[in-house]
């Protein structure tokens, strides 16, 4: 979820070995979604680029097998970026943690 602020939208690429989601611009305020199931390996991996100003902020795993199946996406998995920060949502701890802090321009 773009959480900018100021009308500041934000570029992201999100893919798996398997599936290339392609480049998105998402306006702040909205959010990005997709579903997938994991694979028979149980090693599934969602990775994303997100940028803003042409220049990559963040690189992040937005889903991976081993470290999101133990409680902090038991049904969705929630991100949401600010000039600042990259947060992801614990489900099993109901909080927002920083994941990532921005690079300052």
């Not at 959480?3 to 690429?13: D, L």
């Not at 133990?70 to 000039?83: A, L, P, S």
Request: with cysteine.
């Amino acid at each position: 979820m773009n959480q900018r602020g100021n009308g500041k939208s934000i570029e992201v690429h999100c893919q798996s070995v398997d599936n290339d989601l392609n480049n998105r611009v998402v306006p702040d305020g909205n959010e990005v979604a997709w579903k997938f199931r994991e694979n028979i390996l149980e090693n599934t991996r969602f990775y994303c680029d997100l940028k803003w100003n042409e220049t990559i902020k963040f690189k992040f795993d937005a889903y991976r097998s081993h470290r999101d199946d133990w409680g902090r996406c038991f049904t969705k998995c929630y991100w949401k970026v600010t000039d600042d920060a990259l947060y992801g949502y614990d489900e099993e701890n109901e909080n927002w943690q920083i994941i990532h802090l921005a690079v300052k321009d």
